[in-house]
Nanobody
């Protein structure tokens, strides 16, 4: 199996910064992409940012210019640097990795348990 563990959430004031980290481990043959989703209170889960194995990034419009995703391919790590945080960024943030566990198997999404980010004054 593949294990995905997030860290770095917490409480921050509006305008502040946080850095989320995510590590994928276990029976990994190949990773195609890693990224972050979030789910705020009473909201559906939405994509925040993703990065492919080739370094192509994708961001939600609401975070462009404020959040930066980066990846350490060698160690199966992904980071989300969040700057100029807003009240509406409050959510549980979930890391995912699109991975193969065997060369003959297709890619699957594996999810972490989530880390809470609360933006409040």
């Amino acid at each position: 199996q593949v294990h995905v563990v997030e860290s770095g959430g917490g409480l921050v004031q509006p305008g502040g910064s946080l850095r989320l980290s995510c590590a994928a481990s276990g029976n990994i043959f190949s990773i195609a992409a890693m990224g972050w989703y979030r789910q705020g209170p009473g909201q559906e889960r939405e994509l925040v940012a993703s990065v492919s194995s080739g370094g192509v990034t994708n961001y939600a419009d609401s975070v462009k210019g404020r959040f930066t995703i980066s990846r350490d391919n060698a160690n199966n790590l992904v980071y989300l640097q969040m700057n100029f945080l807003k009240l509406e960024d409050t959510a549980a943030y979930y890391c995912y990795t699109k991975a193969q566990t065997r060369s003959w198997l297709g890619y699957r999404d594996f999810w972490g348990q989530g880390t809470q980010v609360t933006v409040s004054s």
